[in-house]
């Protein structure tokens, strides 16, 4: 069970050759980090089995028995309608149709999902669907340049995203953090790659409402101004 135990896991290949990973086969990624020594495997929708017996010896290799099946992937819009905590970025898909389509059908991705959550403590992401989506995906488009599932992400990594800005990987205690947001769920196992839920929301959605409240804030001084106008006008002419 060597593999399986490596810390913090294993992304283990399958006989599914039907994955979109430019002619990679599916995955199913393992977990060893927990303190009490046991191992669970993820597979599609985040889903997890535990290891119960392992390295049971035969003719053709190994075999290790869990408490349960895989989960076959699903589509990213798909996963994120089932998967508790990620509703807002359901509805960000949605608001966002042709980014959904791209990313449900481009190999070899890495998504970063805000949970609802992360989401509610910005106040929301007005209209700018695209850009936090962009902000939130890693294209690995070569096979030299690993998708992110959790054992592939390295402290002091740098990864680029979609929309040009740039994410660094911290690895802390066996906890891993994706420009400043800890990942709280890993390895939701995709067609094409693979999601991880965040703590935070990795664009500036904030300050996208900060400015349009600056926006607001400039016009109602404008409002407040002519009226100000409009009165001395009318005083004068009394």
């Keep these: 069970m060597s593999k399986l135990r ?3 896991g294993t992304v283990i290949s399958t006989s599914d050759k039907t994955a979109n990973l ?3 086969p599916q995955v199913v990624v393992s977990d060893s980090r927990s303190t009490d020594g046991s191992v669970t495997i ?3 929708q985040g889903n997890r089995v535990n290891v119960i017996k392992s390295d049971l010896s035969f003719a053709g290799g190994l075999i290790h028995v869990t408490d349960g099946l895989f989960t076959t992937p699903q589509l990213l819009s798909k996963t994120v309608r089932v998967t508790r905590k990620t509703f807002q970025f359901s509805s960000l898909l949605t608001r966002g149709q042709a980014n959904a389509s791209s990313l449900d059908y481009t190999p070899r991705i890495t998504v970063f999902i805000p949970s609802d959550s992360a989401f509610a403590a910005t106040g929301g992401f007005g209209t700018a669907a695209k850009q936090v989506l ?3 995906v890693v294209v690995s ?4 340049q690993k998708v992110g599932y959790l054992p592939n992400l390295k402290s002091g990594q740098v990864l680029t995203t979609s929309g040009g800005g740039t994410l660094a990987v911290k690895v802390q ?3 891993y953090f994706i420009g400043g947001a800890k990942i709280e ?3 939701l196992i995709l067609p094409n790659g693979v999601a991880h839920i965040v703590s935070k929301v990795l664009t500036p959605v904030v300050a996208a409402a900060a400015s349009r409240g600056a926006t607001t804030a400039h016009v109602n001084s404008m409002c407040v101004a002519v009226a100000v106008a409009v009165a001395t006008f009318l005083v004068d002419f009394c």
Excluded: V
Excluded at 141 to 144: D, L, V
């Design 141 to 144: 488009p070569g096979t030299t």
């Design 134 to 136: 962009d902000g939130h």
């Design 185 to 187: 769920q890993a390895n």
């Design 173 to 175: 205690g066996g906890d």
């Design 22 to 24: 430019n002619g990679d």
């Design 6 to 8: 490596l810390i913090p």
């Design 42 to 44: 993820a597979s599609g």
